[in-house]
């Protein structure tokens, strides 16, 4: 609702900055596509690389001689030239135990931590007072499907009935459906007022790309639909429309930050409508500073947001009262609580003015409107996470709010302030474990003795042939068992592989390692199962001998 226009940085739409991003994952290989685990603890690092520390009297250049190993310009690191997880192992046995050598490891990878890249991060206090960075650990909502109804969204460049309109240059990683324009009536819902595209980058605006700030959801699709015309104002008919519009086009969670004083049966009819169509409706409380909930939020069912301040205290002009379900986010221009030399507002990129379309910066803003947003986003991630309707998000959003105010539900905070940490959590302990079949399947094979001409402690690797995949394609898992002395296979070994997907899913499958000892498993990635890092652990048992375990990633994304 209110904006206050206080630039951080400047970005015309003419000039594309390039960041460096990293993958899904939350790192990118410098060296090698694959990356594997040292089998005996199950850590990520470069295939093929040993980093080796030398007696003072040895010969680097030597002892890479010796064991037929390249040695790599950017240090002292060696290279097996392969991804070959057991040569790897067995050439760091062999290292450690010459003379010449004081240690030899893996060369391990460090992963970007939950902080991103983007320079007015900095600024986005709202963000880390919900707790993303941990909720992003776990996802940044693939699969889940946000409508905006709002003034639009600047998603598109183009010109429409004569009107040039331009993309919001931090949307370059965003998910855009096709969406429509009831104030215009056509299907280009772009914003000539600034404000949806604000409240759509709190949501989903891209993140790690060097560029503006970050969006709490920035995998989620958005559908925008545009229902309030250049001045921020639109009819209570054509808002129905767009909740309608939404709930009948995908969208798993609708955003509604906009509201006005009186109830109506339009607008009454199209929230129920939504509503039993199983979709979380999350709107603004207000901005009046009274006690009364604005509508849609009063109605029952909708998720209605109150705003809090850079000091997680109600914001002056934040509606309260009756009907009040959370709190979040909304932001301060008046004021610097958080102390980052800017004022509190809520910091996205949008256009600078309705006049000037074509240049971009980031805003501080505040009002309900956009704590809605913040809530709208965590309900993405939760959706990602695999819940199901409505009122399961409600439910978990209320259940792992952070208390504030009165113990328990109030009427100035709801049932307190979102927590996305805390709710993507919950979500990922309830998450069932289904079963193995068809989704992971070992392949069948006969048991064996043990070989007998193998002594000593043994190890288990896991490899599969690629680091990335795309969504339902079969990923082949290959378990090996070796003796860690003799290097011998080893058959008959008991092998347990547990598969977690990036939506909390957890796939298992046990075989026996053949008379190679190998253990064949068959993955196929699913919509379902979430886009990014899967991670497999792997844990081997044999009788008399123990157990010995390890575990390795690999990457889903649409690659379309």
Sequence with gaps: MKKQIRTAQKLLI??????????????????????FNTPSLGIPHAAGEIVVKMKP???????????????????KRLSTDSADEALLTRTLTRLRQDPRVIAAEPNYLAFALGRPNDPDYQ?????????VESAWEFTKGAGAVVGVVDTGIAYETAVRDGKAYFASPDFAGTHFLSGYDFVNGDSFPNDDNGHGTHIAGTIAEAVNNGLAGAGIAPSASILPIKVLNRYGAGTYADIADGIRYAADHGASVINLSLGGSVDSFVLRDAVSYALDRRVALIAAAGNSGTGQIFYPAAYTGVISVGAVDGRGLKARYSNYGAGLTLAAPGGDTRNDYTGDGVDDGIAQMTMRSRTRLDEFETI???????????VTGVAALVYAQGAHTGDEVRRILTETASDAGEPGWDSLYGYGIVNAARAIGVRGSESPAPSPSPSLTPTPTPSASPTSEVTGVFEVTVTTPKSEYDFYERVPITVAVYDQVSHGVLSGVTIELTLLTPRGKTLTGSTTSNAEGEGAFLFKTRRTYGEGLHLINVTASLTGRGTASTSTTFVVRDLD
């Design 14 to 35: 003419a000039v594309l900055l390039v960041g460096t991003s990293l993958t899904g994952a939350g790192f990118a290989s410098e060296t090698s596509a694959v990356i």
């Design 57 to 75: 009297s040895a010969s680097f250049t030597e002892v890479a001689k010796t064991y037929e190993l390249k040695v790599l310009a950017r240090g």
């Design 123 to 131: 600024y986005q206090w709202h963000l880390r007072m919900i707790g």
């Design 364 to 374: 501080f803003a505040q009002g309900t409107s956009m704590a809605a947003a913040h």
